[in-house]
């Protein structure tokens, strides 16, 4: 397995993008970024932080249908009533999937790695278009074992 990691950081905000070669090629990018309104006297646990990881991969070749398995939104109660596509994402009050098939096999075995950012709700969405997985998750806290579980991963065997 190799890499290559490249990256940036100011007082305010590092950005971290990389590449891990295992048995597929995956790309991650990790952001943390400070604004600050520049008022001393408002805590700084106030003030807006906003923090990305991002874990792509763009040749994982299936057989199954494109999904995109993401945090409800307004309107998508209402969805889920009217559209045969839209439907609650293993009956978690949070999420929804958006697939020609439900119980999407690739998504559900995502889900059992990710299952720890699902249960604290920073998975903000995973996609699954065109034989490319984008995975964007809204926190800091990176779960090394998870990450290695992911790359290592045989998806053409689900």
Known sequence: MGGETTGSYNAWSYNVKGRVDAPLRWIFQLKKSTYSSGNLLISTKKQSLQFWTIWKC?????DFPDFVVRKKQ??????ILT??????????????????????PLANRLSSILKFYLSDKSLLEMTYID???IIQIDTEQILKNKFKELINEKFNRL
């Open 58 to 62: 763009k040749n994982l070749e299936t």
């Open 74 to 79: 307004f309107g998508d109660s209402l969805r």
């Open 83 to 104: 559209s045969s596509t839209v439907n609650s994402f293993q009956n978690r009050e949070k999420y929804i999937i958006v697939s020609s098939q439900p119980n999407h």
């Open 131 to 133: 034989n490319e997985l």
